[in-house]
């Protein structure tokens, strides 16, 4: 709690562990309680008979066997100083006061032990200052357990951090599930795993747009910023085929690999401007979005913004590099076709 104040974008932080209950802790001198002979357990029991309930012996009477309970009158243990008029038996038989070798503190502690997993377990909440984001808030929080709570300690998340938490786990599998997804459309459409290769490698340039764009507005990743980032793999994968394809259909023709995807991409550089322009063009209306939900619309509109914008620009140089370097490791799709006519001829 000490290092949550010091965060100006915490506020009202409180925890559910209040000290509220008193507690009588007894600490008992070892080394003068050796010289006299008295034992740890000697002093438990002691205490067990006085506020509790001690089992002395045990009896049999006509066949059952019965419990011999010790235990003082309830008028004599009812408070913290009821202890002080307490003697033990020394090892020569003398009596010793309890207060000798016992040293009384009086705590406290909290009314309730809450337990998480079966583990003890404190909540600490807070709120959150304005500008400043949950995620921020929880990767602070993390860091300061790592420098000031023991190695065994660790940390759970409840309300609002919860769901972050499992959104941004589940976020992970839904994104690689769209790449997969994406992949294996885009190989059926091309049948070859090489062009559907290539165009995939171009959306890590959308989404370093994203990111940078997140950055330079002072947004934060969160779950309308990776659903984004989802749409962004549709989006940038269309720019890829209309190159990817054209240039396919130049080397169906007899064209040289570089050759083909030079003249792919001088064809198709007005197709790919002008979807991305429309596409970023309809994503205006969210960046400039107000009322009620804006914020979650102005987060997906500035990812998809940021993605195209970055990314159509260096599309256009990286996609022919790439298919330079990967397509000749792809035959074209009338492979077959032009070796026949090849043997033909020859014969």
Known sequence: MEAMGEN???????T???????????????ERAADLGITATDVGQTLQAMFATLTASTYVDRGREYDVL????????????????????????????????????????????????????ITLSANLADGYDLAAAMTYVEEQARERLPLDARIGYKGMAEEL??????????????????FLVLAAQFESWIHPLIIMLTVPLALAGAVLAIRVTGDSLNIYSQIGMIMLLGLMAKNGILIVEFANQLRDQGLAVKEAVYQGAIVRFRPVLMT??????????????????????????????GGLLFATVLTLFIIPVL??????????????????DKEMQNT
């Open 8 to 14: 100006p974008g915490l506020t009202s932080i409180d």
């Open 276 to 305: 991305g322009i429309s596409t970023i063009f309809g994503a205006i209306p969210l960046v400039l979005a107000t009322g009620a939900g804006a914020e979650s619309r102005f987060t997906i509109g500035v990812v998809i913004l």
């Open 323 to 340: 298919y330079q370097w990967l397509a000749p490791y792809a035959s074209p799709a009338d492979a077959v076709k032009q070796q026949l």
């Open 165 to 182: 938490q499992e959104s941004a786990a589940a976020i992970l599998v839904t994104f690689a599930l769209a790449l997969v997804i994406v």
């Open 70 to 121: 010790l235990e003082a009158e309830k008028r004599n243990s009812q408070g913290p100083d009821d202890v002080l008029p307490i003697y033990l038996r020394a090892a020569n038989g003398e009596l010793v006061p309890f207060s000798s070798v016992v040293e009384l503190t009086t705590t406290g502690d909290a009314p309730e032990l809450r337990r998480v997993d079966r583990l003890p377990a």
């Open 16 to 30: 559910d562990f209040e000290q509220t209950q008193p507690q009588l802790d007894v600490k008992l001198d070892r």
